[in-house]
């Protein structure tokens, strides 16, 4: 599933652990793959998914703090950290989108149209 376009009052690094993820900032697409490490500066639209069929592992780095809260609102627990993520029905992915959407004013984000 892809992350819609979106911007946000805070910086975000992503550091590239296993995987590959195919990124748009500021319009420009590009690959990151491990050991890669993406900047996005606070206000810059952006957005990322997976750009394989094998897992991407990655950390996320958020300043100032506080975007965990939202992963820990709207995300699917999994038994370890390393245990994929549960694949989603039609009907479960508009739901979570959904959850997404009004969950994103709360965590200071905007969430985009499609360009």
């Given at each position: 599933?892809?992350?819609?376009?979106?911007?946000?009052?805070?910086?975000?690094?992503?550091?590239?652990?296993?995987?590959?993820?195919?990124?748009?900032?500021?319009?420009?697409?590009?690959?990151?793959?491990?050991?890669?490490?993406?900047?996005?500066?606070?206000?810059?639209?952006?957005?990322?998914?997976?750009?394989?069929?094998?897992?991407?592992?990655?950390?996320?780095?958020?300043?100032?703090a506080g975007q965990d809260k939202f992963f820990l609102e709207i995300g699917v627990p999994v038994a370890t950290r390393t245990t994929p993520p549960p694949k989603l029905?039609?009907?479960?992915?508009?739901?979570?989108?959904?959850?997404?959407?009004?969950?994103?004013?709360?965590?200071?984000?905007?969430?985009?149209?499609?360009?």
């Open positions: 599933m892809a992350h819609p376009p979106h911007r946000h009052d805070f910086e975000e690094t992503f550091i590239l652990l296993e995987g590959e993820i195919a990124a748009t900032f500021r319009g420009k697409k590009s690959t990151a793959r491990a050991g890669d490490t993406l900047n996005i500066p606070a206000n810059a639209p952006h957005q990322f998914h997976n750009a394989s069929a094998s897992p991407v592992r990655m950390l996320c780095i958020c300043s100032p029905n039609e009907k479960e992915q508009a739901a979570f989108i959904e959850k997404a959407m009004l969950l994103a004013p709360k965590y200071r984000t905007e969430l985009l149209r499609e360009a």
